[in-house]
């Protein structure tokens, strides 16, 4: 019966403890413009998302009448039930949370040694 020898020779974990000990270049934050401009597309994208999930499934034009749900009824069952109607609204209203949540917390990420760098 054959042994299974080391997977790695101590030379190699050697060199690897030693690159593990040489300090990482901690990459420069993007621009203050780039984050703020981030941020309003994400919250205008939640808000928008949030907004169609949350009233589209209560209307009839877009939802009982829809030519896709027509062609398939075993779908359009069952998301013409209410509870199915509320979960969808509930992910809407979760999708605005997040971007309130988002608005609320935001916070500009400067590079370290600058004249604008606020902790």
């Given at each position: ?59 009839p ?13 075993a ?45």
């Open positions: 019966m054959t042994t299974q020898g080391e997977l790695f020779t101590r030379e190699t974990a050697q060199r690897s403890e030693q690159r593990n000990d040489t300090p990482r270049a901690v990459p420069e934050p993007a621009p203050v413009w780039l984050q703020r401009l981030s941020l309003i597309v994400l919250v205008l994208f939640c808000f928008y998302i949030g907004g169609l999930l949350t009233i589209l499934p209560w209307s034009r877009y939802f009982d009448s829809n030519a896709w749900l027509l062609a398939h009824p779908v359009a069952a069952f998301l013409g039930k209410s509870w199915m109607r509320g979960i969808l609204s509930g992910i809407g209203l979760i999708d605005i949370w997040i971007g309130v949540s988002e608005l609320l917390h935001y916070k500009d990420y400067r590079a370290h040694g600058g004249s604008d760098y606020r902790p």
